[in-house]
């Protein structure tokens, strides 16, 4: 199985360059020849990457988040996969490769730096970490479409109304589905966090005795849970739209990731793992 | 097999002449009266305001295109129509020609859909009036089928070509669902009416209209099943339309940058979509200034037309090749009908030399040895008849020269005397 992983450990980063390739492709290129095609690409892709990911946390026995590396794998997982179903649900095809371009950036870190780790803390071995994780990076998957979607609303947005009608134009979607778009990722962005953080109230304490809710980490979390929050709940109850709300959503993106950054590259806490 | 035809269009002759020349309906079905009176025995007539073409099957040999000018010159007491003013299309080329109408190549709008809609109505009229035959049933399901390719091979169809669907095309790039939003039309004249007719199909909400003259608005708003708002009253509804067209001849803007500034603060962020085709215009160009409102005029939209025209285009020649092909396959087709005929004649007479023949030995051989003959008969005019039934259809399938599928059928004909002989009905191809 080992090998296997391995072999498949080289393989993610062709197969997320292809599929970022074609979707890229048809992006910049009119015409239908690989419209369909493309998302069995995607589908491919995922599916390969999925069976890494159940490979690693069988042979090493431990979900695949103990390291940054098996982070980013997971991120780049959990952002194509967060698309794929933004694309069946929605069936807005032509904007894969913005989303696609930062699972390949992950993918490929985490397939040059990765390690095969088998002893682990015994608390890392959770399965409910595992879900909190998952979920938690799942969310952060969404905000960050979600600020992808925001950053072409504004690109469209800026192409209408200088009148310049040319590639940005003609292939990505109305503002009003790439506003919608935005909206309905950081929706689920929102509730995957919310329910990262609920398991982690429940397991915390077990794993954690000596846990203080004041830990800058929580605190760090708590604060991009209350920005979305409260955008959201301003969106819906004064039926905002355009520019403004999209501004908006970016800025609570910039701020979230920055609060992350600071938290937890710059202060101690005991919800470090490695 | 003849077919021929003259085209009067933008590039042979002036609008005054193009005007003078064309067939209104009433026009047209009159015409193919007078061209089935001796000039074709089947074709078709398309008249519009570009372009008048008429084309068909010669009654005869002698039927040039001078006689069908002349029947048009006299059918419109038009003297100034010269050789100059007409391009002569004949067999293949005419049909090419035909295509490229149809789909719009020849039209000064590249790809103009209209077109088409006014070549199928000829198509209908010819059928309508018993002018339309094998051969121009041919030619329409041979045009037919290259538009069908045309349309999903190529962008020729692609994009918006006029101001109006321009600007539903931006309308379409900022609102998703234009069924659940609404449009106010301010003025009612025929630019006015021309963009409701637009938006009517591309199924928006609502449509309501404004003019200073109600009754106007009112005619406009019952033809795109519309409502009316009153010219004073508009300005302070202008928070619940998601489309502004506005065409009217006003000296002065009608709506001024605080109109929109107010609108949109109402609307709490929700676009609005302003389109100003009138000149002078009538909203003030400052509005674009406004978060959330995409003003756009003629020129911002001609950037549009522009950039499709530039790539349907481009299309040009795949939408070319497409046509060679399907021409080249009815062509085929056409050749085939003087050839079958000559192999159903040549069958007709070796068959009935084999039963005269048989016929006059019956009595005098046994049974079992009229058998032998009978089927030894057969074998030889079988093998006789073997090598020129496939040269004739070889030449048939592969040949695109009517002159020499003419002429070889003629001589085959000629020098069995098949005109004189009649088919004995079987069809041995």
Redesign the interface.
């Known amino acids: 199985m080992l090998n296997t992983i391995h072999t498949i450990n080289i393989l993610l980063p062709f197969l997320y360059l292809s599929t970022f390739g074609i979707y890229l492709y048809n992006f910049l290129k ?2 239908n020849k690989i419209y369909n095609s493309k998302r069995i690409f995607l589908f491919i892709t995922l599916f390969v990457h999925l069976v890494y990911l159940l490979f690693r946390t069988l042979e090493f026995d431990h979900p695949p988040i103990i390291n940054k590396f098996e982070i980013f794998t997971v991120l780049a997982f959990s952002l194509s996969f967060a698309y794929f179903l933004l694309e069946l649900l929605t069936d807005v095809r032509d904007t894969g490769a913005f989303i696609l371009m930062f699972s390949l950036l992950f993918q490929v870190i985490s397939s040059i730096f990765i390690v095969d780790t088998f002893e682990v803390k015994d608390v890392l071995r959770n399965n409910l970490l595992g879900i909190h994780v998952i979920s938690a990076l799942l969310g952060y998957s969404g905000f960050t479409i979600a600020a992808v979607y925001g950053g072409l609303f504004f690109l ?1 947005y800026k192409n ?2 200088s ?1 310049k ?1 040319g590639l940005i ?1 003609n292939r ?6 790439l506003e ?1 778009l935005n909206f309905y990722s950081v929706i689920i962005g929102f509730i995957l966090l919310t329910l990262s953080i609920m398991i982690g109230f429940i397991w915390l304490p077990s794993a954690f005795p000596d846990i203080t809710y004041s830990d800058p980490k929580l605190i760090s979390i708590g604060i991009i849970w209350l920005i979305f929050g409260v955008g959201i709940l301003a969106k819906v109850s ?8 999209i501004i908006f959503s970016l800025l609570g993106y910039a701020l979230a990731l920055g609060s992350l950054l600071v938290f937890n590259i710059l202060v101690k806490s005991f919800h470090s793992f490695y | 097999m003849n077919f021929i035809g003259i085209s009067i269009n933008h590039r042979t002759s002036s609008i005054e002449l193009r005007e003078a020349v064309h067939l209104s309906k009433e026009e047209q079905i009159q015409f193919i009266h007078v061209l089935k009176n001796g000039i074709f025995k089947e074709g078709f007539v398309l008249s519009t305001c570009n372009r008048t073409e008429v084309f068909g099957v010669p009654s005869h040999n002698r039927i040039t295109h001078k006689e069908i000018v002349a029947s048009l010159k006299e059918f419109k007491n038009i003297k100034n129509l010269d050789d100059e003013h007409i391009e002569i299309y004949k067999a293949k080329d005419a049909i090419s020609h035909i295509a490229r109408v149809t789909y719009g190549i020849d039209s000064l709008i590249i790809g103009d859909s209209q077109i088409l809609s006014q070549s199928k109505e000829s198509f209908r009229l010819s059928v309508d009036e018993k002018f339309s035959n094998t051969i121009t049933r041919k030619i329409f399901d041979t045009t037919i089928r290259v538009g069908k390719r045309a349309i999903k091979e190529t ?1 020729i169809s ?1 994009g918006a070509v006029t101001v109006s669907f321009a600007a539903i095309q ?1 309308i ?6 234009l069924y659940k939003k609404e449009a106010l039309i301010i003025g009612a004249g025929e630019t006015s009416e021309l963009a409701a007719i637009h938006l009517k199909s591309k199924n928006i909400g609502k449509i309501t209209i404004t003019n200073r003259t109600f009754d106007k608005a009112a005619k406009l708003a019952k033809k795109v099943e519309g409502k009316v708002i009153d010219f004073s009253e508009f300005k302070n509804n202008l928070k619940d339309f998601d489309v502004i067209i506005s065409a009217t001849s006003a000296k002065e803007y009608l709506v001024s940058y605080s109109d929109i500034k107010k609108a949109i603060q109402q ?5 609005i979509f302003i389109m100003d085709i009138a000149i002078p215009r009538d909203i003030d160009p400052a509005v ?1 200034k406004i ?2 409102v ?1 003003y ?1 005029d003629i020129d ?1 939209l001609n ?2 037309v522009e ?1 499709n025209l530039n790539k349907r285009k481009n299309e040009i020649p795949h939408v070319k090749e497409i046509i060679e092909e399907e021409v080249d396959n009815c062509f085929h087709w056409f050749n085939t009908l003087g050839v079958v005929p000559t192999i159903k004649s040549l069958r007709s007479f070796f068959e009935s030399i084999e039963v005269d023949e048989l016929k006059k030995i019956k009595n005098k051989v046994s049974d079992e040895d009229y058998i032998k003959l009978e089927s030894m008969a057969k074998r030889l005019i079988g093998r006789i008849l073997h090598n020129p039934t496939v040269k004739l259809r070889k030449l048939a399938e592969s040949g695109d020269d009517v002159e020499t599928v003419k002429e070889k059928t003629s001589a085959i004909k000629y020098l069995f005397d098949l005109d004189n002989i009649p088919s004995n009905g079987k069809d041995k191809l």
């Open positions: 009119e015409g469209l209408i109304k009148n009608y134009f990505l979607p109305s503002l009003e589905i919608k004064a039926k905002l739209y355009g520019k403004k709300v | 962008l692609h931006v379409e790039k900022i609102f998703a669902n609307r709490k962020g929700n676009p674009k978060d959330n995409f756009n911002s950037i549009i950039q």
